[in-house]
């Protein structure tokens, strides 16, 4: 029972550069977000979808876009990334999207951005 | 803005201590969540408790809930060195996701 894989793991990009963040969950969830994680800052809510088809902006969208795939693949895409990107992402998911449902984890893409 | 602020920012006992961690936040909630994270890890949730409740436990875990003070509180009892880990408190002020603390790191020495 995979539950929430994030790929890569580690990345490293140069300032300008573009890539796609993958997620995908295996536990029929309607809702995914994706977090970052800065020193100090605990998690941040970037992006969500509560459900498919359907996105909206969380705390810090800015240089950020997603993509809800399907039900299963929730994708966070840098256009041109920035050192102020250098972070670690975490992808989630709950049932529904009631906020009275836990969310479960992918372990994390660290990204380092020069 | 972060809505869930935990307190201490740090914590260092020795196994078989107690360890407590608070969280506060600054608008009305409906329910608040406690999540765990060990080193290079997901977060992994330990508990979730109503705003009509006031206290529930699981297993070694306590949480209290005082909504008039707007604060929670995270009680570990009997702590283990594999309880050494980050300690986060969500809230769902946000009404549409829930809103993460900046977390308490819990170190259990042997």
């Known amino acids: 029972n995979a539950g929430v894989t994030q790929t890569p793991k580690f990345q490293v990009l140069k300032t300008g550069q573009s890539m796609t963040l993958q997620c995908a969950q295996d536990m029929n969830h309607n809702s995914m977000y994706w977090y970052r994680q800065d020193p100090g800052m605990g998690l941040r809510l970037i992006y969500y979808?509560?459900?498919?088809?359907?996105?909206d902006k969380g705390e810090v969208p800015n240089g950020y876009n997603v993509s809800r795939l399907n039900k299963r693949e929730f994708s966070l895409r840098l256009e041109s990334a920035a050192p102020s990107q250098t972070s670690v992402y975490f992808c989630a998911s709950s049932q529904g999207g009631g906020l009275n449902e836990k969310l479960f984890f992918g372990s994390g893409t660290q990204l380092s951005v020069l | 803005s972060q809505q869930g602020e935990e307190d201490p920012q740090a914590l260092s006992i020795q196994e078989g201590e107690n360890a407590t961690m608070n969280c506060s936040y600054k608008?009305?909630?409906?329910?608040l969540q406690w999540y765990r994270q060990n080193s290079g890890r997901g977060l992994v949730h330990l508990i979730l408790i109503r705003s009509n409740e006031r206290e529930k436990h699981s297993g070694r875990l306590r949480v209290t809930l005082d909504t008039s003070k707007k604060s929670s509180s995270l009680l570990i009892t009997a702590s283990r060195a594999a309880d050494t880990a980050s300690y986060f408190c969500a809230t769902d002020a946000r009404r549409t996701a829930l809103i993460f603390g900046k977390g308490t790191t819990l170190s259990v020495s042997s």
């Open positions: 979808s509560a459900s498919e088809g359907t996105t």
């Open positions: 608008t009305s909630i409906n329910n």
